[in-house]
């Protein structure tokens, strides 16, 4: 756990919002295209707050 904490600092990752009507379908293509999302929160049925790190390096 506090491995992957670290490998996450280290790394870095964004902090985004999205606002739209197709939030699923914009998650669904962030995990095709190897995006990895975490701490996802939907704030409103048409906005969420994500934490966002792609994948391969």
């Known amino acids: 756990m506090i491995f992957r ?16 009507y197709y939030i ?5 293509t962030c995990v095709s ?11 409103k049925s048409t906005y969420m707050n994500a934490n966002v790190r792609h994948t391969r390096l």
């Open 5 to 20: 904490i670290l490998l996450r600092y280290i790394l870095g990752y964004v902090n985004i919002s999205v606002e739209g």
């Open 24 to 28: 699923e379908r914009f998650i669904n």
């Open 33 to 43: 295209k190897s995006i990895l999302l975490w701490n996802v929160k939907r704030e």
